[in-house]
């Protein structure tokens, strides 16, 4: 286990540095296994406001540079997640590099988790892209820091349950901002990604009488909703999807999914989805603005899953019910959201260098991953309540500490 300044890259590019990309990062921990072939990285961005607590991703990054970026990216939105929730957690997040389908075992689960183990606590795994809740057993087997278990193990189950119930929500609220009514009934809903949380989105989208058009890179995956919902229709690529003609698109698979060329070919006037680190660089957020398209902020809305296996933490043990409860704030919390950056705008007056509140209101993660003075001094006036729980986590500087 080690740490690293720099990853190896392809000739002519750009090395990753990771002290100079987490150095907002608390922790940056490389793991290798040579017998099982594990080759893992875990980033505690903040431990503020209680251990770091974020899902371990099992994924066939092209490069380690790739990998290193996501996982820092990921981590740090595992603060923001946790600190607009209201969880007494921080922000952390793990990789595991390679393909699920042929490189995972139980013994590489065992091995990931004894390096978990050896963080003493500060950094508490779950489930996540190409990870489940029996694999979260197999990490238990040794490693006292691990949530998300199977029910016949005590834990939440699959975490991607309440994640889809709280952009559900999300959803909803931003709705409600755009049209007047958190119904859904007769809007068009496109979802990319229907592996694990935007098959259960689908499924609440359609008990809500949306038409409903999906798309994934695992023809199995749109199989198996298909014959579900059979009223659900299918096109072959999330270009098709971007380019349809749709009232709201929900990104539910990697991030990255919002670029400038994506808000220029978009039709749909809301984005709201499960998947983390939606916008691909800052000023997305404002291309999208300018667009008229109602970002409703990912950290926010998909903080179910979060909410899901956080429970498990409980002296009295996990309770579903109690979690959905959690979850189902996620309404109030993003129509509070919405309706801030609607009256930042209404005050700004219109012109683009001064929305930088209303901005930063709906940007994903805060993408540099730190907010100017300027900024911090706007959130505080115009958003109290988000100021002091990002102040907390560490996210902000706090400016009571200043002479």
């Not at 704030?329 to 993003?334: F, R, W």
């Amino acid at each position: 286990m080690s740490t690293s300044s720099s990853t190896s890259t392809a000739p002519g590019s750009t090395p990753v540095d990771v002290f100079e990309l987490g150095s907002e990062h608390e922790q940056v921990v490389f793991c290798t296994d040579e017998a099982t072939g594990l080759r893992a990285i875990v980033a505690i961005h903040s431990t503020a406001l209680g251990p770091a607590l974020g899902g371990t991703r099992f994924y066939p990054y092209a490069s380690t540079d790739a990998a290193v970026r996501d996982v820092l990216d990921l981590s740090r939105g595992m603060t923001y997640k946790a600190a607009v929730a209201g969880l007494d957690l921080g922000g952390g997040k793990a990789v595991i590099l390679g393909d699920p389908a042929t490189l995972k075992s139980e013994a590489l689960l065992r091995a990931y988790g004894r390096f978990v183990q050896s963080l003493g606590g500060r950094y508490r795994t779950a489930c996540d892209i190409g990870t489940f809740s029996p694999d979260m057993d197999h990490v238990a087997r040794e490693c006292d820091f691990v949530t998300g278990r199977t029910l016949a193990h005590g834990g939440a189950g699959d975490s991607s349950v309440l994640t889809a119930y709280g952009v559900f929500q999300g959803m909803r609220a931003a709705a409600e901002s755009v049209w007047g009514s958190t119904s859904l009934a007769g809007r068009t809903v496109g979802v990319a990604g229907v592996g694990k949380v935007g098959r259960h989105l689908v499924g609440h989208l359609v008990e809500d009488g949306a038409d409903v058009v999906v798309t994934d890179v695992h023809a199995p995956a749109v199989d198996a909703v298909l014959a579900e919902h059979p009223g659900v229709r299918a096109v072959a690529s999330t270009e098709a999807l971007v380019a349809g003609a749709l009232d709201v698109y929900a990104p539910c698979a990697m991030g990255g999914a919002i670029t400038d060329e994506v808000v220029d070919t978009l039709n749909a006037k809301v984005v709201c989805g499960a998947a983390n680190n939606q916008l691909a660089h800052p000023g997305v957020e404002k291309h999208l603005m300018d667009a008229g398209i109602t970002y409703a902020p990912d950290y926010v809305v998909n903080a179910g899953g979060l909410i899901q296996v956080a429970d498990e933490l409980d002296p009295r043990g996990f309770s579903f019910e109690r979690a959905q409860q959690r979850a189902s704030g996620t309404l109030e919390t993003s129509r509070r959201i919405l309706a801030l950056a609607d009256d930042a705008i209404e005050r700004s007056g219109g012109p683009p260098d001064e929305r930088h509140v209303a901005h930063l209101l709906f940007k994903q993660c805060l993408m540099s991953g730190r907010f100017a003075p300027d900024e911090a001094r706007a959130l505080r006036e115009y958003a109290p309540a988000l100021y002091a729980s990002l102040r907390d986590a560490g996210v902000i500087p706090d400016e009571r500490s200043r002479g």
